[in-house]
């Protein structure tokens, strides 16, 4: 290549010049004088010589090479003492892992040997060199904060699973994840570290002493005296568990925190860092020095100010510098000590990035004077360095550190051409830059300033009885007033802060979805696209394997960048073209899930797998969306999942890794701080190389699809004259608009399902801060209620409770704190709204897929997840900070996801089990709070009927649990006793919610709303079961169906309990056991109020006899309800027995839930009803051979022993009979910790006053009471005139099957009798006769004939 002003030669090769003595003197080049005084100003000599220029030998082009290496030279050691050993240091150079020998374990390696990742329970490694002599130092980026021990150990230290570094004599190790020392023995030292930290490892061999320091602060000396001596040497070593990970760094980079007197463990390169410096002094004097040819002299400029305008001195100086400075600049300790500090420098000025033009021209430079392949390894390095820099500097109170490498960063992605080959080569594929979009969270408040920026911390103060935070404003104090607000002042300021790091994070996403940089080839939107895709696929495919997933704390923080700069863009399109929607308004078109242009890698979809739709609406896809499917394609997809199973064994296995098998997933290119390409992957077993980059297919299973990610291009994505693009095959339902860049539509696509992978866990993840806070500060308040209480003749009491309100207030200023930095980086305002706009755009899009009638088969199951699971997110993660109230369009959204929950929880579209689970979790949910329930009511009464109508299907064959639930909620409020929010008995206790999954928390936390009923949806529950007659007889038939197994097996597990609680020795029962007890309890008391409902709602289903099997269900449930009533009722009875264990795990079972649901059912059918329809349920209760008088009485505490109604205490305040002093004992199965059952004898010593609704004066109504008393008195009468007026039965007349009623049916045509009961029941399964088989016809009544 020749330059652009003269006829030099610059060769790119080499960059040598050829002689000026074969050019013609006039060169286009300035005068020799002006040139020889230029090239004597940027290559100052350093040897003393003639100050006057006069007095100085002529420089030209021809002298300049020589001179150049004379002046490179000078200062370079001599070539023997250059490869002199060091004192006191054994083993290789470049210092690395030793990975052939000095390992145990199973740990994945990076391919520089500097990373690892532990692989197995506790593994092993150290490095290749030893020291015996001097001071020594080396550093451990800390990439996850869980169980490490690092250190030093000597060879003879020998390691396994269970003992690493520090636990054996001669290894001495830190441990900050526990905060103490190990050697054999350990003690308390040190800090607790976080990802993010740098641990550096001292060892003086002179003083025999080892000391650490985190983030370049000292922890103090850690070890004295450790041996020392003849043939005694220490590696650097570590031990690590499962999934964490570091990096070392002995050398091969500048240290972070270099300490004066130690020594790295690796040689710095000294001689070429001294030539790099020179060599950049000569650039910064070309950059200050101008040429001035008429007045013939040289003028000092600004650096910032220097273009590269092609004047041929300049260009040939430089090329002299850089025939040097570019292979230097391939080295990554050069890159980071000399050029990242140089150009960090220049824009230290501040500013916008934009400003300082000179970063984009000396970029300029490298591309024109810099071989390709020298530019690319000194832009990888040069970016992964400013990664590591950012990854894994310490959080300062302005963020400093992270401005700055993020400003350096963004100047570099505006050069077009290092942007673009970054993409291609490097984003999403080595250097994982979501990295760059992560902000982590201080775990030490103090060293992250957080105590300056917020020097007053407030915390809620005042709860109700159920722990809840009841502060209203009137309720404040003056003094809680102003520490309220000044902490509100301070999270203010810090917010501010983190939003001038998001800011520039969302600068780089909007530089790399940039469309219109097509000059120099493909835009650099379209490859975004790409790499974004195949780093979902990746993520999205080795979800079974946690080391290969980019971490969920990354995920989110890159989740919201990505929708702000997304926006961004979507909304300078939709200016741009007024037709098109806005960013507001957003959608993913149908057309996506199946026209095959976008990859789902395998998702499932909500009709099941890909591969059986394509076969089974094919004909859909041809008639609606003009689609026709190619039966090679079909055929192939078949025979791959028929393959599938087979396969996976073997294809999951990288070639030559057979001896380690399936566990050789990929490992985490993020997790490793080195983030490099391929890894090594060592166990004492086998040792085996990772092939680099190994494809996510395997290559022998192609699968079949229109273009794979990498081979797609711009107009593949955007479409082109009649070529829709990613918009292919739009069906008629879907409106022909433009939407927006087809691009934007697809990373949309890609938004959500990044949401589904792992944000959403993550959100759940940073609430615990909160809850802390809150428990802490229940903690807090009620200790200085106790100090308040304190006699003062117990002043050891009053100091214990002092120090502790001293340990609560402390730990209260510091999660204050650490709750201000998460609220503003991950529960903000503005990341409220982008959770939110998510959430718009997924119920949009189910919207319009559901529109394409079959076709919304194809809809990727997420789009359903990610909607109930933002809402979720927004209901339960988000509050008290921010209110969904205060969102733009809640209450319309709000009544939009109630009608996809209401369509779509028994959709038969929707095959997955899974979904249709959660889709019915929502919906359960969803009607245990006001607002979300005045939704439900608000959509067509068309679809509210419909989702009635699904709701009352048969409990039979299908998941019926949530389903009653759902009832159960409809109808809490209205029930007899069902106004409580929480048992009577459970008030003083907490929910245990803190580990279940997203949606069963949210049940969880809905079962102690208050009630709110819904008279809307319960008028349509009537309606249905008074019109459909059929409908009502077969749901009310499963209802007690299942009632009746509930409590069978309910009432067997106790059997079970209580048979081990009279054996004499100690017993414990596994938990596992204890709560499907526990459930089935809670089924049996919900199926009751189920049954309450209807019984309320349409008591002509049980009393009307007109209608078919109208008696047969009042006998039913008066034959449930007497047995219930005998089971809890009896004296001394089983279930009182078990309920005075008051075992962990069946807290809820007491008597007071299952009796009043009970009651509540007989007071409604023998109180509340018409006077026919009383007549019939008592005649059919007292016919009932299990109905016992003395159940009812025991309702109102009226014993069979004592014939009094007085008072008697609540079940909740009678004493517990557990024994206080038992140890718990381990389970069987290993489920956690068995609770010891008390003996018989403990547990009854106690005795337990009778149950009476008169105690529950707070729960029961005067008029419900009156009520059940009215109920008791009419049964007694009845009773009464039964007994007198049954005359006795002989034993001929009872019928042959029950022995407990007279005959009173016939069966047609065979004759043979039996009660109405029994013949009922049988009639239900089978239509054949009890004695001969015949199949009956008819059943007429049975009169007795008159005695003769």
Known sequence: MSSKGGGTALTRRNYRLASDTDKPRATGIVNEKLLSDYLHHVFPSTKPGPALASLRKPLGFQDLGAHLERLLSEGEPAEDSRDQPVEGRLGPQPVVLDHTSGFEGLLFVDDDLLGVIGHSNFSSIR??????????????????????????????????????????????????????????????????????????????????????????????????????????????????????????????????????????????????????????????????????AQEDRLLEKDCSAWRLHGEPTVLVTLAHIFNHFAPLMCKVYLVEDVLMNFLLGILEGGGSVDEHQLIQQLLDLFWLLMEDYEVNECLKQLMMSLLRAYRFSPIIPDLGFQIHYLRLTTAILHHEKSRKYLLNNFTFDVLRSVVFFYIKTPLRVKEAGLEELIPTTWWPTHFDKEGKDEREPKDESADERLRRRAYERGCQRLKKRIEVVEELQVQILKLLLNNKDKTTGEASRYIFLNKFRKFLQENASNRGHPTALCPPEYMVCFLHRLITAVRASWDDGSRKSPSSISSDEAYVPPQLFYNGKVDYFDLQRLGGLLSHLKKTLKDDLASKANIIIDPAEIQATAMDDLDEDEESGAAQRPFGAAAVGGALARPSWLSSPTLGRANRFLSTAAVSL????????????????????????????????????LLLGRPLEEPDQPIADKSLLEIVDGIVMMYNLSVHQQLGKMVVVSDDVHEYAVALKDTEEKIARCPARRPDILDELQKSQKVFAEKLNH???????????????????????????????????????????????????????????????????????????????????????????????????????????????????????????????????????????????????????????????????????????????????????????????????????????????????????????????????????????????????????????????????????????????????????????????????????????????????????????????????????????????????????????????????????????????????????????????????????????????????????????????????????????????????????????????????????????FLTEESKQAAASTAPTSEEDLCPICYAHSISAVFKPCSHKSCKACINQHLMNNKDCFFCKATITGVEDYCKPAAS
């Open 815 to 1273: 999660l204050c704190r650490r709750l201000a930095w998460i609220n503003a980086t991950i529960y903000s305002k503005e990341k409220m709204l982008d959770v939110y706009w998510l959430l718009c755009v997924c119920i949009r899009t189910i919207e319009h897929a559901d529109n394409t009638g079959s076709l919304f088969a194809f809809a990727p199951e997420f789009y359903l997840s990610v909607a109930m699971n933002a809402y979720s997110a927004l209901k339960n993660y988000f509050s008290p900070a921010n209110s969904m109230e205060e969102l733009p369009g809640y209450e319309e959204t709000l009544t939009q996801l109630a009608a996809i929950l209401a369509k779509h929880f028994a959709d038969p579209r929707i095959v997955g089990t899974d979904i249709k689970d959660s889709l019915m979790q929502a919906l359960a949910s969803y009607v245990c709070y006001p607002q979300s329930l005045r939704a439900v009511e608000r959509i067509p009464e068309e679809q509210r009927v419909a989702m009635m109508r699904n709701l009352l299907a048969p409990y039979e064959q299908r998941p019926w649990a949530q389903t009653n639930w759902i009832l159960v909620r409809l109808w809490r409020g209205c029930g007899f006793g069902y106004r409580y929010t929480r048992l009577p008995h459970l008030l003083k206790t907490k929910p245990e919610d803190a580990n279940l999954p997203s949606l069963q928390r949210d049940l969880s936390i809905a079962s102690f709303q208050k009630p709110c009923p819904s008279l809307l949806l319960q008028r349509h529950m009537a309606e249905l079961l008074s019109v459909d007659k059929e409908m009502a007889a077969s749901f009310l038939n499963s209802v007690l169906n299942q009632l009746n197994w509930a409590f069978s097996e309910f009432i067997g597990m106790i059997q079970e309990i209580q048979q081990a609680a009279e054996r004499p020795e100690r017993n414990f029962v596994d938990t596992r056991q204890l709560k499907v007890c526990a459930t089935c309890f809670d089924l049996s008391v919900s199926l009751l109020r189920v049954l309450e409902m209807t019984v309320t709602l349409v008591p002509e289903i049980f009393l009307d006899w007109s209608r078919p099997s109208a008696e047969l269900l009042l006998r039913r449930l008066a034959q449930l309800l007497n047995q219930v009533l005998n089971r809890v009722t009896a004296e001394k009875n089983l279930f009182d027995r078990v309920v005075n264990l008051r075992l962990p795990g069946l807290e809820s079972v007491d008597h007071y839930p299952i009796l009043v649901a009970v009651t509540g059912i007989l007071v409604r059918i023998l109180v509340d009803g018409d006077r026919q329809g009383i007549s019939r349920a008592s005649c059919v209760l007292l016919s009932d051979p299990c109905f016992q008088l003395h159940s009812i009485q025991h309702l109102l505490g009226e014993g069979e022993s004592s014939g009094s109604t007085a008072a008697v205490t609540s079940s909740s305040s009678s004493s517990s009979s557990s024994s206080s002093t038992a140890r718990p004992v381990v389970g069987p199965l290993g489920s956690g910790v068995a609770p010891v059952i008390p003996s018989a004898a403990a547990a009854g010593s106690s005795e337990r006053k009778h149950f009476s609704l008169h105690a529950y004066t707070d729960y029961i109504s005067e008029e419900e009471k009156q009520k059940v008393e009215l109920m008791l008195t």
């Open 127 to 292: 490095a290749t060199t030893c020291v015996y002599k001097g001071k020594w130092a080396y550093e451990v980026l800390i990439s996850s904060q869980g169980l490490m021990q690092i250190g030093w150990c000597t060879l003879n230290c020998r390691f396994n699973q269970e003992e690493g570094v520090g636990d054996t004599p001669d290894s001495y190790a830190y441990d900050g994840n526990r905060v103490r020392k190990w050697n054999v023995t350990t003690t308390n030292y040190g800090k607790s570290w976080a990802a993010g930290d740098i641990v550096s490892c001292l060892i003086d061999l002179d003083e025999g002493t080892i000391t650490f320091c985190l983030n370049g602060q000292s922890l103090g000396t850690a070890f004295t005296n450790i041996k020392m001596g003849p043939g005694v040497a220490y590696f650097p070593a570590i031990s690590l568990s499962f999934k964490e990970s570091v990096a070392f760094n002995f050398g091969s980079r500048p240290l972070r925190y270099p300490f004066s007197g130690y020594l790295p463990l690796q040689n710095p390169p000294t001689t070429d860092l001294m030539k790099a410096h020179k060599l950049l002094g000569y650039i910064k004097n070309v950059l200050s020095t101008s040429i001035d």
């Open 690 to 725: 990772m092939t680099p980059r190994r494809p996510l297919t395997q290559p022998e299973k192609v699968k079949v699809r229109t273009l794979a990610v990498e081979q797609r291009t711009e107009e593949d994505i955007e479409g082109s004259h009649g070529n829709d693009g």
